[in-house]
Every structure is written in C-alpha cells, then in structure tokens.
Nanobody, 125 residues
Framework: VQLQASGGGLVQAGDSLRLSCAASGGTFSAYAVGWFRQAPGKEREFVAA????????SYVDSVKGRFTISRDFAKNTVFLQMRSLKPEDTAVYYC???????????????????WGQGTQVTVSS
C-alpha cells in the first residue's frame, strides 16, 4: 500500500488544520493507521492512531482534546483534525499503516510497515 499525506500548511496559533492520509494499492480497511510528527532536531513521536475499523483511537497526551483521528472507508483516507494549534505542534507529520486485526492500535513507529512522505505543519505564535 502507498500512503500520501497532505493538508499541512502555515497557520497561526489557535487555528485549525485537517491532515489527510490517502491510501492506494492495498486493502486500506485492513490497516491500523497512525500519525507521527518530527520537529527539527527531535525524534519522530507518536501523535494519534486508529484501529482498522475505527473502533479504537489513541492520542499522545499533548494533543488530547485538540486533535481527532478518523477514517473514511469510502475514500480510503484517514484524517487528523487539528484544532487550537500551538507553536509546539510545528513539525513534519507522517502517516503510517500496518495490516492487523481489528481493535489493535500501535503507538510505536517500529510497529508500522508503511509510511507516507510527510506534510509540513508550521504554527506561528
């Protein structure tokens, strides 16, 4: 499966963005999907994940209540709705996928087999 992340941009603190992770070439509905981000000079960190049927989600504490992960099976796309953005959210955001059973989600980058190319999110203060 190929993953294409998009939707990043330059916004001001407090604004919203919606990132998309579009899949092609595989059975995306069989994949758990995660979003990660990497700021300059830092390790790639987990942001959010969703199970293959969308029944379970998980978030890093710093984005809880502000970010929402969801998936649209008809569009083979996973979204990351980001609200109340902060300058510390600035990073390149990556989506990742792994074929797995329903109900399972992963928060470690080593657990994912497929990665998108990343989309830049910059939040100015």
């Amino acid at each position: 499966v190929q993953l294409q992340a998009s939707g990043g941009g330059l916004v001001q603190a407090g604004d919203s963005l919606r990132l998309s992770c579009a899949a092609s070439g595989g059975t995306f509905s069989a994949y758990a999907v995660g979003w990660f981000r990497q700021a300059p000079g830092k390790e790639r960190e987990f942001v959010a994940a969703i199970s293959r049927r969308g029944t379970r989600t998980s978030y890093v504490d710093s984005v809880k209540g502000r970010f929402t992960i969801s998936r649209d099976f008809a569009k083979n796309t996973v979204f990351l709705q980001m609200r109340s953005l902060k300058p510390e959210d600035t990073a390149v955001y990556y989506c990742a996928g792994r074929d797995t059973i329903d109900g399972v989600i992963f928060d470690q980058k080593a657990h994912y087999d497929y990665w998108g190319q990343g989309t830049q999110v910059t939040v100015s203060s």
